[in-house]
């Protein structure tokens, strides 16, 4: 499989170069050329397959001649092996038609692990072929960076230094990061807001004097591997559910637009899906560019939901590409203007393209608040603040009533002990697997908002390429 960068100039990779590489070189994302599909008879085939299989399965035409059909399945065994569930990403039914979809049940407890247990495996096994490095810079809002580093913690070949804006993630989150002790992990804390944080990574893709010295990688959602291994669970919920021959449609509670990103790619390759519903908090510009056509960037208001904290999400390019004509010099002229000025108008094509797939739903935090209240008291089920807003969105739908909605739960309640106690009264608690998280020693270092600061701090503690 060829991947191709929604900037129309940068190199073509094969799947081994899009999982090492960040940003394309022209300043876009890479997709594939074209999109796999499977017929209804193979996605009927896929009824009771055990998750790894069906990843295997799904990925495949992904990963080309990148990877054997062994080591892909391998890989996948061992990755969703971690999961404290059999099912991996098991679905819980709240009524008649709202379904939840538990993708928390991975060692740190948010979805971030199904993409990320993957990419630690896929990383330390091509490094070892190519005998390189890799310095994974990342920026985080919470669980990325949490899951990034159990993924990569110990491994061959890689380093990781993962930015994170200081007091503003919640304590489970920080602990998650700064207590695990591995060589080749480095927590930064940095003064600034998680766009600032973000906007240093950026720079330092695209700063001479590190990437001629090391290979600077990302496990952000601009890394292709990661939006791959999320289409998996929306087969996976879908078929349980009686796909192929029943519609199913989801609700996303959306950040940096991957996730949801990824149930688009599943219902290119034929998954029947009825809609995508873009979920957002108050920190609305998907809401508003989605039901509008504005895309324009706000300050970034904090929540109780802070993994959905995001003015600009980045994978909505990959979108914005896809369904515009796939023009890659004209998108290239439309996200540099955006870039300038921080808005711009999504042409007719891209509203039209959009609108056969996706709706939206903004919830405020009382909005929220009485989504985690009404899964609790009328289906016996605790929900996190980004599940309730999901929730929240799927509860709005006018969708026909016969399709059921399955709402993403994106982390395990005990993430965001705080929110959820307000809102149930009652605390819910961490699961045994991280329980010791407050007994175990932290450490991370404090830098100024400043990036050459942590420039040098990366310099100084990376390893060359090779
Ligand atoms: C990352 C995250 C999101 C947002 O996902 P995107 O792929 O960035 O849209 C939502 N909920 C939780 C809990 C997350 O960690």
Not at 68 to 74: G, K, Y
Not at 273 to 296: C, E, F, K, M, P
Not at 379 to 389: F, S
Request: with cysteine; proline share 5%; hydrophobic share 45%.
């Amino acid at each position: 499989m060829d991947y191709i960068s929604t900037r129309g100039s940068a190199p073509t990779l094969d799947f081994e170069g899009v999982t090492l590489a960040g940003l394309a070189s022209d300043g876009g994302l890479y997709l594939p050329a074209e999109w796999p599909s499977f017929s209804r008879e193979e996605i009927a085939a896929m009824a009771g397959l055990p998750y790894h299989e069906l990843a295997a399965r799904i990925m495949t035409p992904f990963v080309g001649d990148s990877l054997t059909q062994d080591e892909l399945l391998d890989l996948c065994r061992q990755a969703y092996g971690r999961f404290a569930h059999d099912a991996v990403t098991p679905l819980a039914q709240l009524d008649e038609r709202n379904w939840l979809l538990e993708l928390f049940h991975g060692p740190t407890l948010a979805f971030k692990d199904v993409a990320l247990q993957l990419l630690g495996l896929l990383f330390e096994t091509f490094l070892t072929r190519r005998k390189s490095n890799l310095t994974i810079v990342g920026a985080t809002s919470g669980d990325t960076g949490s899951a990034a580093i159990d993924a990569v913690a110990g491994r061959e070949g890689v380093d990781i230094f993962m930015l994170h804006p200081n007091g503003r993630v919640s304590d489970v989150q920080r602990r998650q990061m700064t207590t695990v002790r591995a060589p080749n992990v480095y927590n930064i804390a940095i003064d600034g807001s998680f766009d600032d944080a973000q906007a240093m990574v950026k720079r330092m893709f695209a700063d001479e004097s590190m990437t001629s010295r090391f290979n600077i990688g990302a496990v952000n959602s601009i890394n292709w591997a990661r939006l791959m291994a999320q289409v998996v669970y929306y087969f996976a919920s879908a078929v349980q559910l009686g796909a192929p021959h029943r519609q199913v449609a989801f609700s996303v509670p959306t950040g940096n637009f991957g996730d949801v990103f990824a149930g688009y790619v599943a219902a290119r390759m034929g998954l029947p899906i009825a809609q995508l519903i873009v979920a957002t908090n108050v920190n609305d510009i998907l809401h508003r560019a989605l039901s509008s056509g504005d895309y324009s960037t706000g300050n970034v208001t904090p929540t109780a939901a802070p993994s959905m904290d995001i003015q600009v999400s980045s994978n909505f390019e990959r979108l914005l590409f896809d369904v515009g004509g796939r023009d890659g010099l004209a998108l290239a002229e439309q996200m540099h203007a955006f870039e300038a000025t921080k808005a711009m108008q999504l042409t007719n094509a891209q509203r039209e393209g959009a609108s056969g797939l996706f709706t939206s739903a903004r919830a405020d935090a009382d909005d929220m608040a009485r989504a985690i209240r009404w899964a609790h008291e009328h289906a016996a089920q605790t929900i996190d603040p980004h599940t309730a807003i999901g929730l929240h969105a799927a509860q709005q739908s006018d969708l026909d009533p016969a399709i059921p909605i399955v709402t993403l739960a994106t982390a395990h309640p005990a993430k965001f002990r705080d929110a959820v106690e307000r809102a149930t009264g009652s605390r819910p608690v961490l699961p045994s697997r991280i329980g010791d998280l407050f007994a175990r020693e932290e450490a991370y270092t404090e830098l100024s908002g400043d990036y050459n600061a942590v420039r040098d701090f990366v310099s100084e503690h990376a390893s060359p390429a090779a």
